[in-house]
């Protein structure tokens, strides 16, 4: 029985895990976001700034993929480097995501022998009280990679990126902080996903009437 306790806590540890990571994941697939955010600046006009950001979208997204190919613009080595510290943050959710929702798979398998489906509702509840804690943690970020995301989202800050460069042209003030809004959505979406997975097998575990 014992062994039974300890599986429920790492299915729980699992899927908390993998909420806040691939939400991170399924966040660098979003391009609605930066079409309404989009604006006119110096260098790009609107249309300009949304074809350049969905190409830099594209090679982003790509796991393996090192380069950034914009049609037109070069990159200075100071944002390749800069694009790289916040793509590593991507490769390793997308890393954790797997392995997290293969041991969610392993032990949910083990623990439904004996009915234990609890850990899809703790799993949710560790879920949002990791993006919390992680977002404490940002929000006191004093260097690195770390603090330019928090520039980023509370102050409309791209400091980040250095130089002259297209990419210093591209992000309107507002887009981190609404890609961190639905980041927090997509974290509400998973939570809720995962918890209305629990509701569907306690209806259909419930005796029948004849």
């Not at 400091?159 to 042209?169: A, E, P, S």
Request: positive net charge.
């Amino acid at each position: 029985m014992k062994r039974y306790i300890w599986y429920q806590v790492f299915a729980t540890f699992c899927i908390g895990i993998f909420i806040v990571n691939f939400s991170v994941c399924l966040l660098a697939f979003d391009k609605s976001t930066y079409k309404k955010c989009a604006v006119e600046t110096e260098m790009l006009t609107q249309n300009e700034a949304i074809l350049v950001y969905e190409q830099l979208n594209d090679s982003f997204r790509s796991f393996f993929r090192s380069s950034y190919n914009i049609a037109g613009y070069e990159l200075s080595g100071a944002n390749k480097d800069a694009l790289k510290d916040i793509k590593n943050i991507y490769r390793i959710a997308w890393i954790v995501s797997v392995l997290s929702f293969g041991g969610v798979i392993y032990f949910m398998n083990f623990i439904s022998r004996r009915r234990m489906y609890m850990p899809l509702i703790y799993g949710g509840t560790l879920g949002a009280f990791l993006t919390a804690f992680f977002a404490f943690l940002l929000f006191r970020a004093k260097k690195g990679v770390g603090y330019g995301i928090k520039a980023m989202v509370l102050f409309g800050d791209y400091g980040f990126f250095r130089g002259n460069d297209v990419i210093t042209h591209l992000f309107p003030d507002n887009f981190a902080r609404t890609l961190a809004y639905k980041y927090v959505i997509i974290v509400g979406i998973l939570i809720v996903i995962f918890a209305m997975v629990r509701l569907f097998i306690a209806l259909n575990s419930r005796p029948h009437k004849f």
